[in-house]
C-alpha cells in the first residue's frame, strides 16, 4: 500500500508523537547511525564509488591569467602521450557554475574571467598520466588589464538587487537619527576572501549506460544539481541521476555543481567508459568558489542612557561580473538589537576572482565579527558593560517589520553564559591582568541566524518484520542526517532505533531539503514526521480508534486495552507513505530565528603579540535539539570556525594577477589542534512551535555566527588593541600597541 501525506506548517505545532510516544529516542546524544562504516572506512565517498580496469582518470588544465581570451587550444601533444584518451575541450563545461540558483552554466565565450578557471580535460588510463599530460596542452592566451582588488573597484560597486535577502532594508531616517544621537560611533571593518577548506576534496565518477547519466559526486543539494548538471550538458533531467550518500564536508562549496562533474560527464561520454575527477587540494582552492571579502561601515547612535536610534550596516563585497550573488553581512542586523531608525545595505563591485558564494553562516559569519565588534565598542564609549548594553536594547518584536518572535532565548543565553563563565570577574579595563609574559582577558558576542525551511519530501516504509526505512535524496555531510532522521522515524513508529534504516544522497528517492542553510535536519526532518503521520494514521484506521488515542512503544501498538505488534497491524504487505512538507503561514506571520551567546577567555604574549584562546562558551538556543550529541558537535565546529575566522583564516589574492598564493592547506592557515581549548557548548532547552512539526530550528550556522567577535573582543581586553581589518594577527596586534606607545 502506497499513500502520500502532505504537511504544511500554517499553524503553531502542539504536542506531537514526538513528546507522547515515550520512547525517548528523539533528542538523546546518541551516536552516529553511519559512524562504524565511517571509522573502519567502508564509508563510500564520491571518488570510490566505481573501482576497477575499465575507469579512466580525467585531469583539469586551468589558466594561468587572470582575465583574458583564449586564442587556441592545441592538444596534440597531450593526445600522443602513452595512455591518454581524450581531451575534453568544452566551453560550457569550463563554466560551470558552483553557485547553486545558476541553474544555466552560461558558456564563457573564449574567455578567461579569473585565475584558475578550468579550461579543458585530459582523460587518460591513470591519473598520473592524465596530470603529467595536462602540462603538454598548449593554450596561447591574450591577457587582459583585470581587476583583482576589491578596495581599489569599491567605489564602483552598485546595487545587485535581490538575492539571499534584499540588498536594501530601511526603516526610518537613519542619517538624520544619526546625526541627532547624543552618542555616536562610526567604523568601517573588513574581512578577507575565505576558503571551505572542506576534508573531502570536490571529486566525480561518471558513468553513461546509452543516454542515461549516473553521476556519483560530492554534493550537498543533489535534487538542485541534478537539474544543474542537465541544463551544463543539455540534456533532460530525466536522463541524470546524482548519487551522493557520504560527503566529506561542504560548508556551501559544494551546494552546487563544480566543473570536474561535467568535465566528467563529458570525458566520459567521449570514451565510452566511467571517468574519475578529482580536483587537487590547489584546484579546490582555485576553482571552486570562495567566501567574498567584504568592507562593512557601521554606524550606531544611542542616548546617553544606551538606547540605540540610528543602527545602519552597510557593506560592498566583489563577484565576477556576470553574477550578482553577494555576501548579505548585514542579515542578523535586521533584527537582532531594537532602534527605530535603521539601514542595512549591500552593494557588490565586479572583480576578475574566483566565483564568490555561500560559505558556512553566509552573512552572519562575517558580518557579525563586525557588528559585534561595533556593539562592544559602542558600549564601552556608553560606559556600559558589553552584556547590560545588548539586553537593554533587546527588541518585543522584529524592530524591521514588527512580526512577532516565534521564540527568542536570547536574554537567557547572555545570563546562563555570564554565569557559567563568570563574566562578573572579567578584567574590567584592558592590559589589567597578566600572568608572566601573557595579557589575559575576556569577551562576548552575541549569536543569531535566522531559521529558513524548505520544501522536503521523504517516504517511509514500514514492513511486515517490524522494521522500517526512510528513504530521501537529502544528504548527510558530516551533520548527523542518518541518525536524525533515524531517531524521528523510531520516535514516531514506536520502533528501536536499529529497526530503522536510513537512505540517502541518491536522486532516484524522493526529493529532500538538501544540506545548507541550517534547513536540512529541520526539513527533512519534517516530511520524515509527516510521512510516519501517515503510518500510523492508517495504523489507526486499521485498529479502528483515533490516532491521538495510540501509543506506539517498543514495537508495539496500545490503543485503549488493547496491544498488538506494530508487525501484526501491517499484515502481508508493507505500508509505503511519502511524506510532503511545506513551509506555511507560520513563516510569514512570526519571526523565526535561532539565538545563542559566545564567552571566550584568551591570553596575548605581551612579546610575540600571539593570541592563545583559553576558554570558549556557547550557550544556544535553536528549539528542540534533535540529537544531543550531534547539535553538540555542530557547535564544536561552529567554534573552531570561528577562531579561524578571527584570527588566521586569509585567502592571499596578488593584486597583480589574481592568483591566490596560498592556495592549499599549508598556507591557508585553518585551527588545529593547538590552537583550540576545551570546547564547552550548553544546550538551553526550548521549543519553537512555529517552526516546524519537530518544534526544532537550526543550529549549525547559528555555531559561527559571533563567534569570531567574541574572540577578538577578549583580544581588546586583554591588550586595549582594536583591530577592524581581520583577521586579527599577531603583526596587527603588535602594530596596536606600537600605536599606543
Not at 559512524?35 to 573502519?40: A, I, Q
Not at 518584536?397 to 537567557?412: M, N
Not at 578571527?646 to 585553518?670: F, K
Request: hydrophobic share 40%.
Amino acid at each position: 500500500m502506497s499513500l502520500s501525506y502532505d504537511y504544511k506548517m500554517d499553524k503553531p505545532v502542539g504536542e506531537t508523537r514526538l513528546d507522547r510516544n515515550g520512547q525517548n529516542i528523539i533528542g538523546r546524544a546518541l551516536p552516529r547511525f553511519e559512524g562504524p562504516l565511517k571509522v573502519s572506512g567502508t564509508a563510500k565517498y564520491a571518488y570510490e564509488q566505481i573501482v576497477g580496469r575499465n575507469v579512466a582518470y580525467g585531469h583539469l588544465v586551468t589558466a594561468p591569467i587572470g582575465s583574458g581570451k583564449i586564442k587556441r587550444i592545441d592538444p596534440l601533444r597531450a593526445l600522443s602521450t602513452k595512455g591518454v584518451l581524450h581531451v575534453v575541450v568544452d566551453d560550457k563545461a569550463a563554466r560551470a557554475s558552483a553557485d547553486p540558483s545558476d541553474s544555466k552554466p552560461a558558456a564563457i565565450k573564449g574567455e578567461v574571467n579569473y585565475h584558475g578557471q578550468p579550461v579543458c580535460m585530459v582523460v587518460a588510463e591513470s591519473f598520473e598520466i592524465a596530470r603529467d599530460a595536462a602540462r603538454l596542452v598548449d593554450i596561447e592566451y591574450e591577457e587582459t588589464e583585470g581587476r583583482y582588488d576589491l578596495f581599489a573597484v569599491a567605489d564602483e560597486a552598485y546595487d545587485p538587487g535581490e538575492q539571499q535577502m534584499p540588498s536594501t532594508v530601511k526603516k526610518g531616517d537613519v542619517d538624520k537619527a544619526f546625526e541627532a544621537a547624543e552618542v555616536q560611533f562610526e567604523a568601517t571593518y573588513t574581512t578577507p576572501s575565505q576558503n571551505s577548506s572542506a576534508m573531502e576534496p570536490h571529486a566525480s565518477i561518471a558513468s553513461w549506460n546509452g543516454d542515461e547519466l549516473t553521476l556519483y559526486g560530492s554534493y550537498q543539494l543533489v535534487s538542485t544539481n541534478v537539474g544543474q548538471l542537465a541544463a551544463a550538458l543539455g540534456i533532460s533531467q530525466s536522463k541524470v541521476r546524482i548519487v551522493s550518500p557520504y560527503v566529506g564536508g561542504g560548508f556551501g562549496s559544494k551546494l552546487g555543481i563544480a566543473p570536474e562533474s561535467v568535465f566528467a560527464a563529458l570525458g566520459a561520454k567521449a570514451v565510452d567508459r566511467p571517468v574519475k575527477v578529482a580536483l587537487t587540494r590547489q584546484q579546490v582552492y582555485q576553482t571552486t568558489v570562495r567566501r567574498t571579502d567584504t568592507i562593512q561601515r557601521i554606524r550606531i547612535g544611542c542616548t546617553k542612557e544606551g538606547r540605540i536610534t540610528a543602527i545602519a550596516h552597510n557593506t560592498i563585497c566583489g563577484n565576477l561580473a556576470e553574477n550578482p550573488v553577494f555576501e548579505p553581512a548585514g542579515i542578523s542586523t535586521v533584527f537582532l538589537y531594537a532602534g527605530e531608525n535603521r539601514e542595512v545595505t549591500h552593494r557588490k563591485a565586479d572583480v576578475n576572482v574566483l566565483l564568490a558564494a555561500s560559505m558556512r553562516a553566509p552573512g552572519e559569519a562575517v558580518g557579525m565579527l563586525a557588528l559585534e565588534n561595533a556593539v562592544d565598542e559602542m558600549a564601552e564609549k556608553l560606559g556600559l558593560d558589553p552584556i547590560e548594553f545588548r539586553k537593554l536594547n533587546e527588541p518585543t518584536e522584529d524592530p524591521q517589520d514588527g512580526l512577532p518572535f516565534s521564540s527568542r532565548k536570547l536574554l537567557e543565553c547572555f545570563d546562563e553564559g555570564a554565569k557559567r563563565f563568570d563574566w562578573a570577574s572579567r578584567p574590567k579595563t584592558p592590559m589589567s591582568r597578566r600572568e608572566g609574559e601573557w595579557y589575559i582577558g575576556v569577551g562576548m558576542a552575541a549569536a543569531s541566524r535566522k531559521n529558513m525551511l524548505q520544501p522536503s519530501s521523504a517516504r517511509v516504509t514500514l514492513s511486515p518484520d517490524g522494521t522500517a526505512l526512510v528513504e530521501t535524496d537529502m544528504t548527510d555531510i558530516g551533520t548527523g542526517t542518518y541518525t536524525i532522521l533515524q531517531q524521528i522515524a523510531a520516535e514516531m513508529l514506536g520502533l528501536p532505533r536499529e529497526k530503522v534504516e536510513v537512505k540517502l544522497g541518491d536522486s532516484a528517492l524522493p526529493q529532500g531539503a538538501g544540506s545548507g542553510g541550517s534547513w536540512g535536519a529541520n526539513s527533512s526532518g519534517s516530511s520524515v514526521f509527516a510521512a510516519c503521520e501517515g503510518i500510523v494514521a492508517e495504523i489507526a484506521k486499521r485498529l479502528d480508534v483515533e490516532p491521538d488515542d495510540m501509543t506506539l512503544k517498543d514495537g508495539t501498538v496500545i490503543a485503549g486495552n488493547r496491544q498488538r505488534l506494530v508487525s501484526e497491524v501491517v499484515g502481508r504487505a508493507p505500508i509505503v507513505v511519502t511524506g510532503n512538507f511545506k513551509p506555511g503561514k507560520q513563516y510569514q506571520t512570526t519571526h523565526q530565528a535561532s539565538y545563542g551567546a559566545h564567552f571566550c577567555e584568551v591570553a596575548v604574549n605581551s612579546v610575540t603579540g600571539e593570541t592563545r584562546v583559553r576558554r570558549l562558551l556557547s550557550v544556544v538556543a535553536a528549539g528542540r535539539i534533535l540529537n544531543e550529541k550531534t547539535a553538540t558537535s555542530q557547535c564544536y565546529g561552529g567554534q573552531i570556525f570561528g577562531i579561524g575566522g578571527a584570527l588566521t583564516e586569509e585567502l592571499i589574492i596578488d593584486p597583480r594577477t589574481g592568483l591566490m598564493v596560498n592556495h592549499d592547506l599549508a598556507e591557508y592557515h585553518v585551527p588545529v589542534n593547538a590552537d583550540v581549548p576545551q570546547l564547552d557548548v550548553v544546550l538551553l532547552p526550548e521549543r519553537d512551535h512555529a517552526a516546524s512539526p519537530l518544534a526544532s530550528k537550526g543550529i549549525g550556522e547559528l555555531a559561527l555566527s559571533g563567534v569570531g567577535a567574541a574572540v577578538t573582543n577578549a583580544i581588546y581586553n586583554a591588550t586595549g588593541v582594536r583591530v577592524r581589518d581581520y583577521p586579527m594577527t599577531l603583526d596587527k596586534v603588535l602594530a596596536g600597541w606600537a600605536k599606543q606607545r
